[in-house]
């Protein structure tokens, strides 16, 4: 009975890779990599254990060699005892066995030519070793030219010698051939038992690395999941939602951004409401007074002269500045705003500005203090625009006979600084930093025909930030508020 691939765990099934959680994906990346790292250890390990297997039996085979050579030379003293050992091929391998058996035992089966591998009676083999011994085929003599007396016909280039002397000469040598690879059945069964150790070590590596790798990935993925299920709250408009993640890697700033967010939306959110709720107020009471005055007019009970069409001509003009000023903000934001930006200079602006106003401030005292003759980078219209909003601002919040001072300065080197000052009454120190949101009322129950609209301010600071300066708001020294308004000169025009 066969399994579709929709039965599988998700892992097995290549395709769906890209589709797997973090969780999966952390989990056979690790996984993967355990299992790399693991094979290249054993790789690596394999190979070094034979080359230092292979290094010991060639240490085990010269010291042997060093020992059967010492025991040569003290045994032939004369030249007959040469001869003797040249001469006859059983007198050499005696000679040669003797010198074996001097040895520690366990060096024996290090030149054995056969063993039983197979068989499982080592105490069998070990009685056996000295009948299946043949020295020669492992030890060579060979005369004073090296040629071979006794043992192999040949001598590979990778062997040891040593020289026998007598008298001090040289008369002959003995060799033995370097060990290049594991020839010896004996051998053979020893690596081949100690790489299995390795594989079984190796296995239980990996199922090892396997274990940490589900751990790894479970505590790495679980903040990346309470993440994302914040996130899908918060795409519910629930943002009250908060992670608590306070670790100082990434996933903690990540964490600190959301919850950053989720603070800004839900403030963005009560501002909004805030915002409906202020513009159906202010053009309810307009439209309330209109309503109210056309009723009176039709029903008689009011009549129709030309002081009710001023007082309703009024209000139309109260509910159009108020429809206009939104529109304005709501091209701001928008960033639908078209400027030009120029080299002018401030204070004929100011003094234009102050002779078409001439008439509003009969009661009120404007003067001008100009110290610099520079010129600022700006929109000459939307700067107008600008101070009609400040002058307005003045006039609507100034007890008549009131004063309103405004100071040019250089304010540094990029920079020219524009104070408006007004007498009382002032503004609460504790709401100055609200004075440029918009429908922000100092007073709440100043009258609307004299307080404006709530918006002229908000629109000042659009345009300032629209020409990258700054305004900032601070109590007057004539009593009232002082607007500050930095802009930049038009010498760092791009």
């Known amino acids: 009975m066969g399994y579709s691939c929709t039965e599988l765990p998700k892992f097995l099934v290549l395709g769906n890779f890209m589709t797997l959680n973090i969780r999966y994906k952390l989990i056979l990346a690790f996984a993967a990599l355990s299992l790399f790292v693991t094979a290249i250890a054993f790789a690596a390990i394999l190979y070094s254990f034979r080359s230092g297997f292979i290094d010991y039996l060639n240490q085990v085979r010269f010291a042997a060699l060093t020992k059967v050579h010492q025991n040569l030379s003290d045994k032939i003293q004369t030249r007959q005892q040469w001869d003797l050992l040249r001469i006859s091929r059983r007198h050499w391998h005696f ?24 068989s499982r009676d080592f105490r069998a083999r070990r009685e056996g070793r000295k009948k299946r011994l043949l020295p020669g085929k492992r030890f060579v003599l060979l005369d004073e030219n090296q040629q071979v007396i006794h043992g192999r016909y040949t001598l590979p280039a990778q062997s040891w010698l040593l020289p026998i002397n007598v008298e001090n000469k040289p008369v002959g040598y003995i060799g033995l051939e370097k060990l290049k690879g594991i020839n010896s059945n004996l051998e053979q069964v020893f690596v081949g038992q100690q790489t299995r150790y390795f594989i079984v070590i190796a296995i239980m590596a990996c199922l090892l690395s396997l274990i940490v790798a589900f751990v790894l990935a479970k505590w790495m993925a679980t903040p990346l999941q309470t993440l994302a299920t914040a996130m899908n709250r918060l795409m519910q408009r629930d943002y009250a939602t ?253």
């Open 242 to 494: 908060k992670v608590d993640y306070r670790a100082n890697d990434e996933i903690g700033v990540l964490s600190q951004a959301f919850n950053q967010l989720s603070r800004s939306l839900a403030e963005h959110e009560r501002s909004q409401q805030q915002w409906i709720a202020d513009i159906s107020h202010e053009l309810r009471t307009p439209l309330s007074t209109l309503k109210g005055e056309l009723e009176a007019l039709q029903d008689g009970v009011r009549p129709l002269t030309a002081e009710g069409i001023y007082s309703l001509y009024e209000e139309v003009l109260r509910l159009q500045k108020i429809v206009d000023d939104l529109h304005q903000l709501s091209l701001s934001d928008l960033g639908a705003i078209g400027y030009q930006f120029d080299s002018v200079e401030l204070c004929p602006i100011l003094e234009d500005l102050m002779d078409h106003y001439q008439s509003q401030l009969k009661d009120i005292n404007c003067e001008l203090i100009n110290n610099i003759n520079h010129r600022v980078y700006a929109d000459k219209d939307r700067l107008y625009q600008l101070f009609v909003n400040l002058l307005q601002n003045s006039i609507h919040y100034t007890d008549k006979p009131g004063n309103i001072r405004i100071t040019l300065t250089e304010y540094s080197s990029t920079e020219i600084q524009l104070c408006w000052e007004d007498s009382a009454p002032g503004v609460p120190v504790n709401q100055l930093e609200k004075i440029f949101e918009r429908l922000f009322r100092a007073e709440k129950s100043r009258n609307r025909r004299q307080g404006g609209s709530g918006l002229g301010l908000s629109i000042c600071k659009a345009i300032v930030d629209a020409h990258g300066g700054r305004i900032d708001a601070e109590p007057s020294a004539l009593g009232g508020l002082t607007l500050t308004v930095y802009l930049p000169k038009a010498a760092i025009a791009p």
């Open 95 to 118: 000679t040669l066995l003797q010198s074996l058996n001097d040895q520690h035992e366990d060096l024996l089966p290090l030149f054995q030519a056969h063993h039983d591998a197979g």
